[in-house]
């Protein structure tokens, strides 16, 4: 395997949109006729889109291409903490829907060999958030979303999308976000990691809990398993 560091530049937006790369080892396998899998890293506010790097190593040895991207940049408005927080964060969340199809289109032209129509789309906090959205308003974006504990952005209710929104223990989602009982759709899989914390999704987090969210995604995209 091998990383490059990157940073593509939209200048419709006039927004410089940082990158790190993970290859799969077997790069040379990946064709147009025999395409590898690619997933998008979306990481959570205040955190560093290297800051996944366990995430992005396994699925990088399980034959993916794997892209971190670094939605907040230093001179953006700082996150809403208060008031109506879906109608205060969209603004931040659209920004980062904007990266993610910025990103793809460009990457896509570049790497021939990987499966774009496929894309799985891997977001913390935040960043689950925002790619909730992104899936909800243009199904066609992804195939696959993986959240982890987004706390805001409802889940899509729909079989159109594969859905694993991998929870937390210590703080709950907000009023809808996860589907009920009576919702629950076919692909959809809810998995609650006990005593895991938040915060601790990140490479700066427990070697148990990283490896606890590695096998619940890993068996996930493998064959859709909800659980280890």
């Known amino acids: 395997m091998s990383t490059k560091s990157a940073a593509l530049f939209d200048a419709n937006r006039d927004r410089q949109i940082p990158l790190e790369l993970y290859f799969p080892a ?74 993610l199809r910025f ?53 899509p209710r729909t079989p159109a999308v594969k859905v694993l929104s991998i929870r937390g223990s210590d703080f709950p989602a907000d009023a809808g976000v996860l589907p009920t009982v009576e919702e629950a759709v076919a692909g959809t899989c809810i998995a609650t990691i006990a005593g895991s914390r938040h915060n601790d999704m990140n490479d700066h987090g427990p070697t148990d809990l990283q490896s606890e969210i590695n096998t619940l995604l890993l068996s996930f995209l493998e064959d859709g398993r909800c659980g280890a």
């Open 26 to 99: 077997q790069q040379h396998r990946c064709t147009r006729e025999s395409p590898c899998s690619v997933a998008f890293l979306s990481q959570g506010y205040g955190l560093r889109h290297t800051d996944y790097s366990f995430i992005a190593n396994a699925l990088a040895a399980s034959g993916y291409l794997v892209v971190a991207i670094q939605h907040d940049l230093p001179s953006d408005p700082a996150i809403s903490k208060t008031g109506d927080l879906v109608a205060n964060r969209t603004p931040m969340w659209r920004r980062g829907i904007e990266n």
């Open 103 to 155: 990103v793809r289109d460009s990457l896509s032209r570049t790497y021939i060999g990987f499966d774009w129509p496929g894309l799985v789309l891997i977001g913390h906090s935040n960043g689950g958030d925002l790619s909730a959205l992104a899936v909800q308003e243009s199904p066609a974006l992804a195939a696959t979303l993986v959240t982890l504990d987004n706390r805001r952005y409802p889940l």
